[in-house]
């Protein structure tokens, strides 16, 4: 276990400042201050070679939870444990073995080639010369920017740049590597380039925790996913453990040839009625195994055709996040 | 030590290369800052000129203590000043937070990041200065240049504690790049000789917050005229230092508790 997170909580103090000019001139002089739970307890352990997806809604405190994992913000109590350390106690010994992508901030250096800020990161980490070319050299090759690390940041493409800010992130060889929101923005092949990078890297060793609203993120990549709400852990297993979370639900399109018998029985939700001889319907196996089904609709009726499919992931996040 | 002198070159590097990446402005905002910090001291050559002076100083005095302000402002503003700016500019764009997952101080981070080659024009400009009005006068003898040099160097020391001030308010007054307004507001004072303000401002100048120490004292100690209470403006700079290392760290605390 390399991570270890036990009943974190983190408060902020907000002010409230009104929105006529009356309240916000009042509010110049006297402030009315609101306490803000972000995180309310949050407790997990992550083991060495991981990758664990954070998902939930904006604002329900994944950054939070990311910035006190990452050494950047003090928790207002709880215990975090990470590779030996408490981040916020001994920050420097510990990013020094931490990486972090942001997909909003930039670590590059808008007007210089990213080599540049490669370099500023190698006096940052002292990096000894040949770890640095070996590295750089593998990074560059495995994610196809050869040509792009000598050209000014500004003009490269997102795409280009964020695979730029990964090699900044990892040229010191990270054990733990924290991701925030990686691919905000990209095209389709750059994901697919990053996320292969993301999966090779992982394949080496590397620990990645990763937050993303982007649901093939953690379908393609995280085999366990957290989900937070309103600063509680809601959730914490694996991806099919999430698909099969609010029941076992299927997606069933049927064609019948004479009409369709009536749908009003347990187990069977009409999403879509096309027509009388076609229908698109949620099916609760638990309630009605899939053959009883079958059997009802023949029985009545004869299928012509028939497709059956898993509740797509966003369906079940959904439902998660309006808990 | 070696890592941290590497570390900074490879800050000046960079920042350098940011700031070549478009030469023309490289070159021109280097030539505006010197023709705003030949304003001061062409000031004082017109009051010269025109018969008036400053009372026991003559011209070439009054340029040297000058040159000196110059030239310890060009010295700190490209070199550590620019924390001031690099950390309002940071907080505002929430940037603060990547010099955190760096393997070093967040100040050290703040110096190495935040090199300002625009202000070399002020160190072009103090260098120019100095060597004019020290042409003019007769030649300081060994023992005055040591007296000098050191305590230029708490002149720095001011100059650093001043920083720490700064940045640690542009940390928790978000974007507020007027707090620089405040340095120059009070740091003005220690390019005049002191006899020219009354007791009051003297005591400030020197036991208090010792600005006298960025131009007037090591320059008068140069010109052979050691400034009252140079001792006490050398203690209180140090003072300042420390209590601004402790202003900074307060604030640099409530911003990690508190979140940008």
Redesign the interface.
Known sequence: MIINVENLVKT??SYERGNTLKEVAVSLFVRKTKLVEAVKGISFSIDKGELVGFLGPNGAGKS?TL?VL?????PTSGKVDILGYTP?KD???Y??R?G?V?GQ???L????PPL??F??N?????IPDSNFNKKLNYMVELLGVENLVKK?TRLLSLGERMKCEFIMAMLHSPEIVFLDEPTIGLDVIAKEKIREFILEMNKQGVTFILTTHDLGDIEQLAKRVIVINHGEMIFDNTIDALKSHLGTKKLVSITTQAPIPPLEIPGVLVKNKLSDYNAELELDVNIMELNQFIDYINKNSTINDMTLQELPIEEVIKKLYTI | MINAIKLHLQGIKSALAVRMAYRADFFISILIMLAVEAFMPLVTYLIYKNGASLPGWNMYEALLIQGVFMLSRGISFPFFFGMVWNTIQRVQEGTFDLLLIKPKSVLQMLIVTGFDSEDLGKLIGGIVLFTVSLVNIPFPGLGLWLKFIVLFFVSLVVMFGFGLILSGFGIVWIGNFRVYEIFFSIANFGMYPANIFSKAVVTFITAIIPVAMLGFVPASQLLGRPAEGTLIAVVSSIVFLFVSLLFWKAMFRRYNSAGG
């Open positions: 902020f103090k939070t910035k990452t050494g950047i913000l003090f916020w920050r420097k010994k990013v020094a931490i972090a942001f901030k930039s670590q250096l808008w007007d210089i540049d800020a370099n500023l190698k006096a940052i980490y002292s000014p």
